[in-house]
């Protein structure tokens, strides 16, 4: 093998692109410590596939790039090209095609080293090799460093003979026994693997067998159970249809009763409207009565007053009338006692002038009669004053008692005139009192009766509001239990459509994903009721379609979601209870078991794709 040429570009201290020009005869570099001379027989032996880096004298192969100076920047990569000449068509079979072989190895920071043999990509196991079957490498004695002499002075016997077989061109052959050797240690390694996993798959092989025969008896009970339990279903079917008939009939006749309230209560609801309606004007009659009498009471109560007070003063004239009756009977006494006396005293006076026509005899006897007379007279003059001042005082009593009559006899009269208007007002009162007795009586009579038709309303219309509470309660009652017997109807009818589709499908034969899936017992109905006739699909490949693109219709495997869409706060996943295939791992997934009166309620808070369902389906 020999080398033409050698192009180093940033390797080392080569940071520009240098050529080494190898020509016929003896080539030298000469140069001072330091110029680089040894970075060129590394770039040589790094070429030819050196891996360690101790032997390029750097803790790591990236130390091989050129890591800048004061003047110069560091460079990302370094690549170093060797020419052999290959005229002689020495090379191995694969990079025998040109006389010239140009092998490439380039080094980049942070991605490692890549090897090329004219511009095609190789492997360095391939370039180790190339340069083996000829005698030479990166290890080869032929490539002698500093100090290498005397380690060959000083070699074992085992380090000359690998000098001597490089040296008779057979280091090559050794280095493919090495390859081929270790080619049959793994071969070795694989058949023994491969026995292990025969016996591993004999073992599981009985075990499938077992398991099948297993399975087989598992779905032949399977079979019978289904059959017993469509039997089972059959007859609860009829028991729940003769029962809905029976809830359907009550239910008729219930509605029947209701509608009867319903109509009686309107007709009690109209009955105290129009009560409440005649109520009005009763009332105001009766507020118009009231007020009446009221006022005739007080008007009564007046007259009653002013009837006493007249009586009073009839009573009070009366006894003066009498008093005065008794002073007018006094004083006639006084009067005839006054003339009584006048008499007396014009006889006496009489007498004296009949004894004064005597004689001076008698003058004398007269004079002393006269005196005995004046100083009677003057005795009865001063009596006749006394009793004329008693006549004119009795005078004027008497004109002032007559005046007195006169007023008692006005006042009597007019006394009797008012106490006449007074009996007139009275009877008034007591025929208008009479007719408002008798207003109120009938206003009393018809208020009684008002009240009494408004009481039987407000009972009858009770009553029909009872009724009518008492059958929308049963009416409730009824729409309760007929839509749980509908309720119950539906899940028998899915169960007896999906029991019949069953049937079809085990006469006709398929591979469904029913039989697939294990249910916890107990869970059975949630789940028919969850999938219902997607139960019967087979699993299908996304490949089993045509070149059309059509594919048959199934369950097909699709990848997990990135985040699935999370269930209700507190609901269960019905995958927790059911063992299922993978291809139902989403589906199951979006699935949440719930209690049957709480389904309404988490109902609002599902996303798409979301369900719920009860135990009981």
């Not at 990166?138 to 005397?150: D, N």
């Amino acid at each position: 093998m020999r080398f033409s040429r050698l192009r180093l570009n940033g390797f080392k201290s080569f940071v520009d692109p240098t050529d080494l020009v190898i020509r016929d005869g003896l080539t030298g570099v000469v140069g001072p410590n330091g110029c680089g001379k040894s970075n060129l027989l590394e770039a040589l032996r790094w070429v030819m596939g050196e891996n360690r880096p101790t032997a390029m004298r750097g803790d790591g192969m990236e130390d091989v790039i050129f890591t800048g100076a004061a003047t110069r920047p560091a460079r990302s990569f370094a690549e170093v090209v060797v020419q052999i000449d290959n005229s002689a068509r020495l090379a191995p079979v694969g990079f025998n095609d040109r006389d010239t072989l140009e092998i490439v190895r380039r080094v980049t920071r942070d991605a490692g080293s890549a090897y090329k043999v004219n511009t095609r990509d190789a492997r360095a196991r391939d370039v180790q090799m190339l340069f083996a079957d000829a005698s030479t490498g990166a290890h080869s004695p032929a490539l002698v460093r500093q100090g290498q002499i005397s380690e060959l002075i000083n070699a074992r016997p085992r380090s000359r003979r690998r000098i001597l077989e490089e040296a008779a061109g057979i280091s090559g052959l050794y280095q493919r026994r090495h390859e081929a050797e270790l080619k049959l240690k793994g071969a070795e390694t694989n058949l023994a693997r491969v026995d292990d996993v025969l016996e591993q798959l004999a073992g599981q092989l009985a075990q499938l067998a077992r398991q099948a025969r297993q399975a087989a008896r598992y779905r032949t009970i399977g079979d019978k159970i289904r059959q017993a339990e469509g039997a089972l279903l059959y007859c609860r079917w009829k028991e729940a249809e003769v029962a809905r008939l029976a809830v359907a009939a009550g239910l008729t006749e219930r509605i029947t009763v209701a509608s009867v309230a319903e109509r009686a209560a309107r007709g009690a609801t109209q009955a105290r409207e129009e009560a409440e309606a005649k109520l009005p004007p009763l009332r105001e009659e009766e507020t118009v009565a009231a007020a009446v009498l009221q006022r005739l009471h007080v008007r009564r109560d007046m007259l009653a007053e002013q009837e006493s007070r007249a009586r009073q003063a009839i009573g009070t004239l009366k006894s003066r009338i009498d008093q005065l009756s008794r002073d007018m009977e006094r004083e006639a006494g006084l009067n005839r006692d006054a003339g009584e006396t006048i008499d007396r005293l014009e006889q006496e006076q009489a007498r004296l002038r009949a004894a004064a026509e005597g004689h001076d005899d008698r003058l004398t006897a007269a004079g002393e009669e006269a005196q005995a007379a004046a100083r009677l007279l003057s005795e009865r003059e001063t009596a006749l004053d006394r009793v004329t001042e008693d006549v004119a005082r009795l005078v004027a009593r008497h004109q002032s008692t007559h005046r007195l009559l006169a007023d008692s006899r006005a006042t009597v009269a007019k006394s009797a005139a008012e106490a006449a208007r007074a009996r007139e007002a009275a009877e008034g009162v007591r025929a208008t009192l009479d007719k408002a007795k008798a207003d109120l009586e009938a206003a009393t009579h018809a208020r009684t009766a008002a009240a009494d038709r408004a009481g039987r309303a407000d009972e009858a219309l009770a009553a029909a509001e009872a009724a009518c509470v008492e059958a929308r309660a049963r009416e409730g009652d009824a729409r309760a239990e007929r839509s749980q017997a509908e309720g119950e109807i539906s899940a028998l009818r899915a169960e007896v459509l999906a029991l019949t589709r069953l049937v079809e499908r085990d006469a006709v034969g398929g591979d469904q994903v029913l039989d697939a899936i294990r249910a916890e017992p107990g869970y059975e109905k949630a789940l028919g009721a969850a999938l219902a006739d997607d139960l019967h699909a087979p699993q299908v490949m996304a490949e089993a379609g045509d070149v059309t693109g059509d594919m048959a219709s199934g369950w097909v495997s699709l990848p997990e979601y990135d985040s699935p869409p999370p269930l209700p706060e507190g609901v269960v996943p019905l995958g927790d209870h059911v063992s299922a295939p993978d291809v139902l791992a989403r589906r199951m997934g979006q699935i949440g078991l719930v209690d049957a009166a709480d389904g309404p309620r988490l109902q609002a808070g599902l996303t798409p794709g979301q369900r719920l369902v009860s135990r009981d389906g």
